[in-house]
């Protein structure tokens, strides 16, 4: 359970770090944003490389998720993660929805001029 960011690097690729209230006064303050809504993802749905559509928050509900960067890396984010997308450029994320549960997550898009 954590808050964090997906963001791509001047490298091209895509890098995750963990963010904190106390050090990113952002995270607490409103941030103007599109509709909220649900998504479901089965067990096993994977997802080649891709970029975030938009900048958004992905806040995971239920299951597990695992993410992959081109370095090789995977990072695991289960149920009350919050995860801020913003790799819309560059090579982008794999993304695995872990065997065990279906996902379900709340998704916000941000509005652009944030």
């Known amino acids: 359970m954590g ?4 963001y791509a690097g001047d490298d091209g690729q895509s ?47 239920s299951g597990e998720v695992e993410i992959g960067l081109g370095d090789g890396s995977k990072h695991g984010f289960g149920a009350g993660t919050a995860l801020l997308a913003e790799d819309t ?8 929805i872990v065997d065990g549960e279906r996902v379900i997550q709340a998704v916000i898009p941000l509005d652009t001029a944030t």
Not at 29 to 53: K, V
Request: charged share 15%; glycine share 6%; hydrophobic share 30%.
């Open 3 to 6: 808050i964090y960011r997906l």
């Open 15 to 61: 890098h995750i770090e963990e963010q904190h209230p106390n050090s990113h006064p952002a995270l607490a303050t409103p941030q103007a944003s599109q509709p909220i809504l649900f998504r479901e993802r089965p067990r096993g749905l994977f997802s080649d490389w891709h970029n975030a559509p938009q900048r958004q928050y992905l806040i995971i509900l």
């Open 89 to 96: 450029t560059g090579q982008g994320h794999t993304t695995l």
